[in-house]
């Protein structure tokens, strides 16, 4: 083979090399893009779940159950941070950030609802409304409850999961309540929220709203008498260190429920999302499984570190509570009827 021939075959081979390269490279560049792309589609979402209770309690429990769950279920791609005993600020600091855009999740109740432009939810929280868990279940499978988690909605505030007991609530005091005139005058603390404060002054109290997180300190200084919570967070808070006469009056059967702001939601996809709520019915029912068993035993333990115990005339502080359902603060606001419609509900 003369030299010329040989060159022109190795021109011819190294042009077919290199054309085969750039195949490659291309190939290589097309597998990376799909890559990203997949990598964006599932990339890490962080959320904040942010509460007002202590580390131990069945709340906190329950939330560390909630992030098992969630993450495990969503492949990694939802991160969970927890943050107890007002770590990210008060409940109505969370949803001030989650209404601007945070990845944050709090607990709330009807109370705060109410103040946050959804008037009829306030009742929910009314002093002696429910006689049973189970009528807190049946209304919230009504429509009127889908009809008031509409309206929250619309205010920029998604409602996640409402099956989660948080428990009946009762008055820890720095002077014994044995009836219901021992209550007039004392300054009980409660949460800030208009529901709340006007339900301990039909019963004679003067309300004193302030963040869970202050309450030991006011307790030591005076600066308020008493509060009221279920039992596990009255004990997990050490309130009763300060404050030793427990009065049982039930006077709420506390259901609490659990939201998001619509912008965070609506920034998950369709999978995530049908997992967030999943997930955290999943969590409520495991909640609800150990709340009772922990009251009862928190009880006990209230006893024995020198607390003293009262159980109060209920119908006494029932009948004194109907004057809240007829309050022109209220009613002015509240759809005609909503008293009876909510009862109506419950059955």
Not at 235 to 262: M, Q, R, S
Request: with cysteine.
């Amino acid at each position: 083979m003369t030299k010329k021939v040989v060159g022109l075959v190795v021109a011819i081979l190294a042009v077919l090399f290199l054309a085969g390269c750039g195949s490659t490279l291309a190939q290589k560049g097309t597998d990376h893009s799909g890559a990203s792309n997949l990598q964006d589609q599932t990339k890490q979402v962080v959320i904040q779940i942010g509460y007002e209770n202590n580390p131990g309690e069945p709340i906190d429990l329950a939330c560390k159950e909630w992030k098992r769950l969630l993450e495990e279920k969503s492949n990694g791609t939802i991160k969970v941070e927890l943050f107890p005993s007002s770590q990210l600020g008060s409940k109505n600091d969370l949803i001030d950030q989650m209404l601007a855009g945070a990845n944050v999740i709090t607990l709330a109740d009807g109370a705060f609802y109410a103040d946050r432009g959804v008037p009829d939810f306030g009742i929910t929280f009314g002093p002696y409304l429910f006689d049973s868990w189970d009528q807190c279940w049946k209304l919230v499978d009504s429509n009127w409850w889908k009809e008031q988690s509409a309206k929250l909605e619309a205010k920029g505030l998604k409602l996640l999961t409402a099956n989660w007991i948080y428990g009946e609530r009762h008055l820890l005091t720095k002077k014994p309540v044995k009836k219901l005139s021992d209550l007039k005058g004392l300054k009980i603390r409660v949460p800030n929220n208009t529901i709340q404060i006007k339900g301990f002054e039909v019963l004679g109290a003067t309300p004193t709203p302030m963040p869970l997180g202050e309450v030991y300190t006011a307790l030591q200084q005076g600066v308020i008498d008493g509060l009221e919570n279920p039992l596990p967070v009255l004990y997990n808070g050490k309130f009763h260190e300060v404050a030793k006469y427990l009065a049982l009056t039930g006077h709420i059967k506390n259901f609490t429920t659990w939201i998001c702001g619509v912008t965070l939601f609506n920034s998950l996809t369709p999978e995530q999302q049908k997992l967030l709520v999943e997930t955290g019915n999943e969590a409520g029912v495991f909640n609800n499984s150990i709340q009772e068993k922990v009251s009862k035993e928190t009880l006990e333990k209230l006893k024995a570190e020198g607390v003293q115990v009262t159980e109060v005339n209920v119908a006494e502080f029932k009948e004194a509570a109907k004057a809240f359902y007829s309050l022109p603060e209220f009613t002015s606001k509240w759809s005609p009827g909503l008293y009876e419609a909510v009862k109506a509900a419950m059955k």
